[in-house]
């Protein structure tokens, strides 16, 4: 069998456009395949995206509450603080004369109010100072006693301060255990 002119033509043409197809068909099959990597890249870089926010997110929160937490445990360290000078003060003032009562009243009233104020911040932040219950219930135990008694005697102010001093070592305890991590 002869091929002549035109169907050799005609084979030409078959052979380039089944050619042509078939390079058509790798191309879009490279580009579908492409495509569908890029999307699955796309969705692991949102995924590790989702999680860095949400762990930012946590991490702020947690940021938040320790700050609060601070916030008040130096409130506390402070308004504690300016209790026991005061107590200090009361201690000197056991030396007054009679004609010098009145201002030892003054001084007792000015540390009964500090002491109800420190009394009630710690019990309004409890949720804050988990790790301080105990030594908050000491405290108010005695300062309950002392509230009953109406009179805060050296003896009575000493003890308030022990509690004190357990309760400020307790949340130094707890800051030294956060600054560890």
């Known amino acids: 069998m002869q091929l002549t002119l035109l169907d050799i033509i005609i084979i030409s043409i078959i052979n380039a456009i089944v050619a042509y197809v078939s390079i058509y068909l790798k191309t879009k099959g490279k580009n579908l395949a492409t495509k569908e990597d890029i999307g699955k890249i796309t969705d692991e870089i949102e995924k590790v995206k989702n999680l860095y926010n949400r762990n930012l997110s946590e991490y702020n929160v947690r940021l938040e509450k320790f700050k609060k937490v601070q916030e008040i445990r130096i409130d506390i360290f402070e308004r504690i603080t300016k209790f026991k000078l005061m107590v ?15 201002v030892q009243y003054e001084l007792d009233e000015k540390i009964s109010g500090d002491l109800s104020i420190i009394v009630r911040n710690l019990l309004a932040h409890k949720v804050f100072l988990v790790d301080c219950l105990d030594e908050i219930d000491a405290l108010k135990k005695n300062v309950d006693i002392w509230w009953m008694k109406k009179n805060l005697g050296m003896a009575a102010a000493m003890v308030i301060c022990d509690r004190m001093d357990d309760l400020m070592k307790k949340m130094m305890d707890y800051e030294n255990k956060d600054s560890d991590k």
């Open 88 to 102: 200090l003060k009361f201690a000197d003032l056991e030396k007054f004369k009679p004609d010098e009562l009145p």
